[in-house]
């Protein structure tokens, strides 16, 4: 009896996780330009209805491909593996717009250092993913490239600023995709489109805009389908820069190997329904959040709800991101802020109006909220909550207006679950727990210890296993355009 080698197809390619592929790779089962034509069949295939990557570069990944088969050329951990980046993030020799008009035709002369640190540790760029302008709210469109629709039902929106990243991964255009967070840009996606999504702890992921180097809440991450995949991704991603001052090395241990260490029935979780009253949250949200505990704690896992004070946290984030928004746009070329969409342009305006006490009280309140949050962890792994406070919304509704019998005034109030993590410098992930009764994918939100991401990810298998994951590649449901 012979052994035959598996012959993989196009379908059968993209189907595979990450983590699958590069075992592939290592054995030369299939090749990186096997697994580029694959991607790019699939582009062609899914992205006219969800508009996920509108910038391919398959000519120089199939380039970079090439130079990996060098004889001797130390291939990285991903050994040739396509990955997306997020239209925020340089990469040499490729449009690179932010999704402002003024950046419209930029292509920049090199990359930014998480790029190159990617594709020194073997991932080949595959293209570009759509974000809204400068990353600027929760629905991905802008004025070049349009909107990213959800892969789960095209007519609504499958949030931001990571949207066209965690499209792409729904419908298997990429195994891994570069993303990056600040009020939930990377995890919010993830929920909407049935992916994963790890929001890093500050300085353990080093890349972004060098002149915010001193700033905490903006970070890069990664996204993938799984949770073993996203920890794959962050290992290569993660490491010491000189270049960002608040880098720091990576961890001698693997965070993949974290989670072969799940444990459903050692999980202590301390379950914030609505963040202790500060954030709001729909009923349908709330009771499938609720459902989602419920079958954590069947399975075994401990599942308790906790009430720390987080007053003032919407505020401290508010005031916060006004600073980021300042610190990079006070000075950027007036051509090129003469073109900004209303709300990105009010933002700034907050940050630069910005008075010394709301930075003060900022400080003052993150500090109080970090104590808070670290006290519970004496009694729990991990927190859960809801990713976001509302189901998925219209392609056409920038920002939702009302959530949990609240109206809303400014653009980001809708996304304020995910405020603490960002806030408190805490590492957070998105993880599908189903779908809703529309049969749209819900996620749940873990935050984890200070630079707990290895028990985090431990804690995102656990619930991956007891509710099946990863969800299947699949085609858009093209209900209505």
Not at 262 to 281: C, F, M, N, Q, W
Request: with cysteine; net charge negative.
């Amino acid at each position: 009896m012979t052994c035959e080698t598996p012959i993989y197809t196009g379908p059968e390619l993209c189907a595979l996780s990450a983590v699958e592929a590069v075992d592939l790779l290592r054995r030369g089962d299939v090749s990186a330009l096997e697994l580029i034509e694959a991607a790019q069949t699939r582009h062609a295939q899914t992205d006219p209805a969800i508009n996920a990557m509108p910038t391919p570069c398959f000519d120089r990944a199939r380039a970079a491909a090439g130079a990996l088969q060098t004889p001797g050329e130390d291939r990285g951990a991903l050994y040739g593996l396509p990955v997306g980046i997020k239209d925020l993030t340089a990469v040499a020799g490729v449009r690179t717009t932010f999704g402002t008009p003024g950046l419209a035709d930029y292509v920049p002369e090199a990359s930014d250092p998480l790029v190159d640190l990617i594709e020194a540790r073997g991932g080949v760029v595959l293209g570009k993913t759509n974000t809204p302008e400068f990353g600027a709210g929760a629905n991905t469109f802008n004025a070049i490239f349009g909107a990213t629709r959800n892969p789960w039902d095209t007519r609504l929106n499958p949030a931001g600023s990571s949207g066209g990243a965690a499209a792409q991964l729904a419908v298997g255009q990429a195994w891994l995709s570069q993303g990056s967070d600040h009020g939930g840009s990377l995890r919010t996606p993830a929920a909407y489109c049935g992916v994963v999504g790890l929001r890093p702890s500050p300085g353990l992921v080093a890349g972004g805009p060098a002149q915010a180097g001193y700033l905490t809440e903006g970070v890069q991450g990664p996204m993938a389908r799984s949770v073993a995949d996203c920890a794959l991704f962050l290992d290569t991603m993660t490491g010491f820069d000189a270049r960002y001052p608040l880098s720091y090395p990576r961890a001698s241990a693997p965070y993949l190997a974290a989670t072969d260490r799940a444990e459903v029935t050692k999980l202590r979780i301390g379950y914030l329904p609505d963040l202790s009253g500060e954030s709001a949250v729909d009923t349908d949200m709330r009771s499938h959040i609720d459902a989602a505990m419920q079958k954590m704690a069947q399975a075994g896992a401990s599942v308790e709800e906790v009430a720390p004070d987080l007053s003032g946290m919407r505020r401290a984030y508010s005031i916060q991101r006004g600073l980021l928004w300042a610190s990079l746009m006070r000075d950027i070329d007036p051509a090129i802020r003469s073109g900004f969409k209303q709300t990105l342009e009010d933002n700034l305006q907050f940050g630069l109006n910005l008075q010394m006490d709301d930075i003060i009280d900022s400080q003052l309140i993150r500090s109080r909220l970090y104590d808070e949050t670290r006290a519970v962890f004496a009694q729990v792994d991990v927190l859960a909550a809801p990713v976001v406070g509302c189901m998925p919304h219209p392609v056409e509704e920038e920002w939702v207006r009302r959530v949990g019998g609240r109206d809303l005034d400014f653009y980001m109030d809708w996304l304020d679950c995910g405020f603490l993590a960002t806030a408190v410098g805490l590492p957070a992930m998105s993880v599908p727990v189903g779908l809703n009764a529309q049969g749209v994918p819900v996620g749940l939100q873990l935050i984890g210890k200070p630079r707990g991401e290895a028990d985090l990810l431990a804690a995102a298998r656990c619930v991956e296993q007891v509710f099946g994951g990863p969800m299947p590649v699949f085609d858009p449901r093209v209900t209505h355009i």
